[in-house]
C-alpha cells in the first residue's frame, strides 16, 4: 500500500509550519485541502502560504482556478489523485495538509461519487435551486429546505454556502438519501492507502485567541482591499469562490449592509463557529491521531518530532 500522511485540524490551530518540517524531514511534498486555497488572487482572506516561506518544499492544489471557476470535492479528488500518482513515480511522499475534511476524506478512503442516470434532470433541478438562490430570501429558503431534507448536513454548513447547500438539496433529490447518511456510509470503506492521520488540536480558548488575532492582522494587510478588486473584477457574490470566510462577511460591508465593525465581528464569530463544525467533523472519522498542542508547549518543532517519531516508529 501507497504511504500517504495528513495533517489536518481546526482554522488557526497552526499546520503550516509543521507541515514544511514533516515534509522537509520526510521527503515529502505538499498538498493543499483548503477549497479555498485553490483560487488565485485571493490571499490574505485564505492566510495563503508565501512562496517565500515554503522553504523550497513543492505545493500542489494553489492557485490553480481563477476566482470566477467552480470547484467541488469531485474536482478535488481527480487533481489530488493525479498529483499524487507524479509524487510516488519520483519517490516522494505526499503530505495532505488543510482543514477542508469531506475532501480529505474523498481522496483517503477513495469515495464513490455516482453519476445520476438523467443528467437532464439534476442540471434542470440544480438550476431551479440557483435560480432561487438569487432571489430575495431565496438563500434562507434553500436552507430551510436542507434542514427539512438533511437537518444533520445542514448543522455542518453556513447558510451562505449556497453550493454546498445546492449539492445536499441535488444528492437527495437524485437518490432519496441524505448526504449525511452517504458520508456516514462511505467513512466505513476501507482506505487504499497505509496513512497516518493527524488532527491538530489546542484548548477552546486559545484556538478562538489565534482566529481573533489572524483575523485582526488580515484587516491590517488589506483583506478589504482584496475582496473589493474581487468585486470590482466582476466576480459574482453566490460564485463558489466568494462563499469563503471573510470574503462574504467583507462582501457585505462593500455592500453597505453592515459597518466595517460589524463585519470584523461577524467574521470571527463566524470563523469560531466554522472551527467547532471542523472539529466536530474530524471527531466522527474512525482512525485519526489527536495531537493536543498544549501537551507539546505549543512548540511546533516538538510535534514535529513527536510527529516524525510516531511515523518512523511504523514505517522504519
Known amino acids: ?32 485541502a483548503d477549497s479555498m486555497q485553490v483560487y488565485r488572487d485571493m490571499n490574505i482572506g485564505t492566510d495563503k502560504i508565501k512562496p517565500e516561506n515554503m522553504q523550497g518544499v513543492p505545493h500542489h492544489m494553489i492557485d490553480i482556478l481563477d476566482p470566477s471557476e467552480d470547484f467541488n470535492v469531485f474536482e478535488f479528488k481527480r487533481r489530488v489523485k493525479d498529483i499524487m500518482e507524479d509524487i510516488y513515480s519520483r519517490g516522494k511522499l505526499p503530505i495532505l495538509v488543510g482543514g477542508t475534511g469531506f475532501y480529505i476524506q474523498s481522496v483517503l478512503y477513495d469515495i464513490d ?10 442540471d434542470e433541478y440544480r438550476a431551479s435551486l440557483e435560480a432561487l438562490s438569487k432571489e430575495d430570501g431565496g438563500i434562507d429558503k434553500l ?65 478562538y485567541e489565534r482566529i481573533e488575532k489572524r483575523i485582526d ?34 462582501l457585505s460591508y462593500i455592500n453597505g449592509e453592515l459597518t466595517l465593525e460589524e463585519a470584523i465581528e461577524l467574521l470571527k464569530k463566524n470563523t469560531r463557529h466554522f472551527a467547532k463544525r471542523q472539529l466536530t467533523w474530524f471527531r466522527r472519522e474512525k482512525t485519526v491521531t489527536w495531537i493536543d498542542k498544549k501537551e507539546f508547549d505549543r512548540d511546533d518543532s516538538k510535534v514535529a518530532d513527536a510527529i516524525i517519531k510516531m511515523v518512523n516508529d511504523r514505517w522504519s
Open 1 to 32: 500500500m501507497k504511504k500517504l500522511i495528513v495533517l489536518t485540524g481546526p482554522t488557526a490551530v497552526g499546520k503550516t509550519k509543521i507541515s514544511i518540517e514533516l515534509a522537509k524531514r520526510l521527503g515529502g511534498e505538499i498538498i493543499s
Open 143 to 207: 436552507y430551510e429546505m436542507l434542514k427539512e431534507a438533511d437537518p444533520e448536513y445542514a448543522m455542518e454548513l453556513h447558510k451562505n454556502n449556497v453550493k454546498r447547500v445546492i449539492r445536499a438539496l441535488t444528492f437527495n433529490h437524485d437518490t432519496g438519501e441524505k448526504l449525511s447518511d452517504h458520508n456516514k456510509e462511505q467513512r466505513q470503506n476501507e482506505s487504499p492507502y497505509d496513512f497516518f492521520y493527524f488532527v491538530l488540536t489546542d484548548d477552546r480558548e486559545v484556538l
Open 113 to 122: 461519487f455516482e453519476e445520476p442516470e438523467d443528467q437532464s434532470e439534476t
Open 217 to 250: 492582522m488580515m484587516i491590517e494587510e488589506g483583506l478589504e482591499a482584496e475582496v473589493r478588486e474581487l468585486s470590482k473584477r466582476g466576480i459574482s457574490p453566490v460564485a463558489t469562490s466568494m462563499q469563503a470566510l471573510g470574503y462574504r462577511e467583507m
